[in-house]
């Protein structure tokens, strides 16, 4: 009986260290764990921002470009009111040579 018990106090000492070898590991673990949330989390702030840039950079481009396509409709504009008053300018001029 007092091998038997013996025995027994010698699997109980070998399990409270495994025990205690897997509790340790289960920390490590855990620890390991919450440092990728903590990269995940960042990476996923780091993402939500370069999406709201992209989103005002995209806003912007947008309106740089239809200010860009108003300003040359209007430079058309003024081509051919500028052409049309050469035109003009040149009428009056040949008017006053052959007139006087």
């Known amino acids: ?3 038997e018990l013996q025995a027994t106090s010698v ?9 205690s070898s897997m509790e340790k590991k289960a920390k490590q673990f855990d620890r390991i764990v919450a440092e990728w949330k903590t990269k995940v989390d960042g990476l996923s ?7 709201k840039e992209t989103r005002n950079a995209s806003s912007e481009l947008f309106r740089i470009k239809n200010a ?3 300003s040359v409709l209007q430079l058309d504009e003024v ?3 500028n052409k049309t008053l050469s035109t003009e ?12």
């Open 68 to 70: 860009y396509e108003e």
């Open 45 to 51: 702030m780091d993402l939500d921002n370069s999406q």
């Open 11 to 19: 699997q109980l000492d070998q399990a409270q260290i495994l025990n």
């Open 1 to 3: 009986l007092t091998e």
């Open 89 to 100: 300018i040149k009428d009056i001029m040949d008017q006053i040579s052959e007139g006087g």
């Open 79 to 81: 081509r051919r009111e």
